[in-house]
Structure formats: C-alpha cells, structure tokens
C-alpha cells in the first residue's frame, strides 16, 4: 500500500509534536487512514532537533529550505508549521500551485489570506486542512463544520487563547503578576512567537473570525474585529468581579444581531456559575448556539505541542481519505460553497450591545452616586447591580462598581465620557464587558 507522504515546514512545538504523535500512533493511524502517513521532508530552520528527532529513521530528508519542500514531486501533502504571514503565505500557495494538499495550523496567516488560499485551492482541486488553527486540539471545525451543518447559528463564545486565559487564571489563583505568568505560558510553548498576538486579543480575532466565516457562510474578515486583550485588567478588577458573582475571561464572540454580525474579543465578565467561566488555565472552551441543537460546549486543550498534533494529525488523516474524491463533493474549506457566501455586514462595536462591568475612583462625598446614575439613565442605561466600597483610612476617595443591563456601547462610550468629566471622578472609568451567555 503506497504511504502519502507528508512535508513537514517548521519543525518548533507543533512539528515536534506532530512528528512524535505520528510515529507513536502509527498503527491505529493507518488502520483509520486507510495508508501509511509518513514525514519523508522537514524543512526548518536550524535543523538539530530534527536532526536529533529523526535520527536511525530511515526516509526522512531535511532542509533548510522549505521552497524546495513546497515543489517536490514525492511530497503530496504540505504541512504548514512554521507560522506568521511571511514567508508561509508564499509556501502554502507555491504548494497548492504545485497541487499539493496544504495542513496548516496558521490562523494569522488563514484569518488575513484565507480568500486568496481558499480560491487557489479551489481552483487546483486541492485541500486545504486547519482544524489546529483554532482551539488547538479541540476539533471544533469540524463540528461547525459538519457535525453542526443542519443549524443557523445564532451565536459562538469562546475561551480560544490558551495563554491569555493560563494568565487570567493564574493571576487570580496565585495572585502572580503578569510578567511572571506570561513568562511561564512561553516556556510551556503555550505563547506566540510575538506574544502581543496572544494578550492583546489578536490571535482570539483570527481564530473567532476564521469560526465566524464557518459559522455564519461570510466571507473570512479578519480586519471587522474588534480586539482588546488583557494588558489592561487589575488585580482589583478581577476580585471585584469575583465579589459580584463573575469572572473576567478573554471571550471571543461571535453574534447574529439584527443588522449584521457582532465580531469582538475583549476581557468578559461571566456568571461564575457558567462552565465557560470555570475553563483554567491553557484550557479553551466554545459555546456554540444553533438554533435546532441549542448551546453546545466544546472543551479541552487549546494549546501545546501533542494536543495541537492531534488535530494536524487529524486533518492529515481526512485529506488521506479524501484526495481521491472529485472536488466538487468535498466538504467546503468554510462549510457553505464558495459561490454562496452571503454579504452580511459585521457591525462596528458602537452598534453592539452588551452589558457593562464600570469601575470608577470618586470622591467620598454625598451626591456622587446621584450624578452618576443621571448620567447613565439620561442615556438609557439601567443599573442591574452596584458595590460601593468603603475608603480606606485616611482616604478621601473610593471605588464604585456598576454592572449595567443590556445596552448600546455608542451610549456607554458616551457616559463615561461625561461621567469622566465629573469633578469628583478621578482619572478614567474602567469598563469590562458583561455576557450572561445563557
Ligand atoms: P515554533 O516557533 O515553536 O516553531 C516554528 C518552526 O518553524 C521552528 O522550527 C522554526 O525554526 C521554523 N521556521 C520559522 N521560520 C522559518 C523559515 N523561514 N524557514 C524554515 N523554518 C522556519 O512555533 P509553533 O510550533 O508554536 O507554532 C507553529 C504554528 O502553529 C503557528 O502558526 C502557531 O500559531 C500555530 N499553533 C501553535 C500552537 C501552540 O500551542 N504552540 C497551537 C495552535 C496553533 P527555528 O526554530 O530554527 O527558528
Ligand atoms: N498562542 C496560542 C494560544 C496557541 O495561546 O492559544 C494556540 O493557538
């Protein structure tokens, strides 16, 4: 029986990973594939570990170059694991230009060029496999994919960047600053090569709007995000929202509105008693609402080398099994077809509504609080709940936090704005989005 033969570009956590799984699953991979899957190119870098990993295995080439990879006539998959944009957008099109199947667990380079590489592919009869590129091991393509087809989608809300919420969680745990944390999280190979990807929400904005383009049959619009990461959440924010019943997550969140498609990742406030809200650590999470099935909760590790493995791996197996069967009856790269993508729009965030978490520095002194509410009813925003705290000795001023009902964000931006230019406000207004997810 003929192996297919995989080339394998980056050879750092992922490609490590995959190469470890693959020989260690060989047998029960080849009774599911239906032929031997084997590495026989690895193209990176500096090449001592794949030299060191490789070693006594016979039919394994390495290169430095991965262009020579792309183009080999005995590479029939091309798995992508090198990351970024530069030089992997380049490779993955020279290898669907050279027909091969393309594996890739690269949602920057997907969620900013998936059009392009989708239509090349497309137009070669090519697959192109990237079940890793979001959730890590959990193979939640596929079920948006397939498992959910029969359902419009009403709404995804997902836990989906593993270092952010192994921060989160071990800022609130151990009370670890930081720097500390995020240092751990690229040790354990959780990080991106720019961990500013990972905190500042981009990487969640590739991954939700990669989900989005499965989910709602629009085309894939990175650049509609909206993406605020966790640099800026206190230790305070985090214990105040704890007293309030909630926890602060990195969400991404994906909504049907009225008037179009709500596309935004930002630190959340959920119900404490949520199973989305007690996801820790590198673990991530998505909710995922049909409208027939109703919420559905996928789970497990979102990031890591053998967890993101398992799903390289799994993408390597369907195009194994599928590269035989006529283009035109394969499951669609975004679950609809091409030429039915649907043009609605993806609403800017002044339009999305949401509920509030408002912390505020005041003055101690009577008649704040009435100003305050002014301020919020003058615009429509109603109070759901409130903690004002006591101030400390010898202070003169004190927290007050505010969880608003559902309202607009144009009118929130709005209020504390005029609640900022209140003399006895000091300094801004800390504002942390809200979602019941129920
Ligand atoms: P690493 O940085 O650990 O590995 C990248 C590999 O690519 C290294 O072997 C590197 O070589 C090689 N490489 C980089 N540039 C080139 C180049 N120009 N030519 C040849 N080789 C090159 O990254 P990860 O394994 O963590 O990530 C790989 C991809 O998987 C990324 O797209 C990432 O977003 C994605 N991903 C990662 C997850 C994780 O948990 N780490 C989870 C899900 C997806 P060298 O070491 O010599 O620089
Ligand atoms: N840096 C990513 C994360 C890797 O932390 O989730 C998995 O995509």
Request: hydrophobic share 45%; net charge negative.
């Amino acid at each position: 029986m003929k192996a297919i033969h995989v080339g394998l570009l980056g050879f750092g956590t992922v490609g490590r990973g995959t190469w470890d799984v693959l020989r260690r699953n060989q047998e029960e991979i080849l009774r599911r594939a239906g032929r031997p899957i084997e590495i026989n190119w690895i193209a990176t870098r500096t090449l001592d570990r794949a030299r060191e990993a490789t070693r006594g295995v016979a039919g394994v080439n390495l290169a430095n170059d991965p262009a020579l990879v792309v183009r080999h006539p005995d590479v029939d998959i091309v798995c992508e694991l090198i990351g970024g944009v530069d030089p992997a957008r380049q490779l993955v099109l020279d290898a669907i230009e050279h027909g091969k199947h393309v594996v890739t667990a690269n949602k920057a380079l997907l969620a900013q060029h998936g059009t392009e590489i989708f239509a090349a592919a497309h137009a070669k009869g090519v697959m192109v496999g990237f079940e890793a590129a979001v959730a890590g091991g959990i193979p939640i393509i596929k079920a948006l994919r397939e498992g959910l087809t029969a359902n419009r989608i009403e709404w995804i809300a997902g836990i989906i960047n593993g270092t952010s919420n192994f921060i989160l969680s071990e800022m609130r745990s151990r009370g670890a600053s930081f720097e500390t944390v995020l240092r751990e999280a690229q040790a354990l190979g959780y990080a991106e090569a720019d961990p500013t990807f990972d905190v500042e929400g981009i990487d969640a904005a590739h991954k939700l709007a990669i989900m989005a383009s499965i989910a709602f049959g629009v085309p894939m619009q990175f650049e509609k995000a909206y993406a605020e990461g966790i640099t800026k959440l206190t230790r305070e924010d985090i214990r105040y929202a704890e007293e309030l019943g909630y926890r602060i997550k990195l969400i991404g969140l994906a909504r049907r509105a009225r008037d179009g498609i709500e596309l935004r990742v930002h630190p959340t406030l959920i119900p404490a008693k949520r199973l989305i809200a007690n996801v820790e650590g590198a673990m991530n999470a998505v909710l995922v609402k049909g409208d027939a099935v109703g919420a559905t909760l996928y789970y497990g590790q979102g990031a890591g080398a053998e967890p993101t493995a398992s799903a390289v791996i799994a993408d390597l197996v369907d195009v194994t099994r599928m590269h035989t069967a006529d283009p035109e009856h394969r499951v669609p790269h975004l679950a609809f077809r091409a030429d039915r993508l649907s043009d609605l729009p993806f609403l800017p965030m002044a339009e999305v509504a949401t509920s509030y978490y408002l912390r505020m520095r005041v003055e101690d002194q009577p008649g704040v609080l009435a100003d305050i509410a002014r301020i919020l009813a003058d615009r429509g925003i109603s109070i759901d709940a409130m903690i004002q705290k006591e101030p400390s000795e010898g202070e003169a001023q004190t927290d007050i936090i505010l969880l608003t009902h559902l309202c607009v964000e144009g009118r929130v931006v709005e209020a504390i704005r005029a609640i900022e230019a209140l003399p006895t406000v000091a300094g801004q207004v800390t504002r942390i989005r809200l979602e019941a997810l129920a």
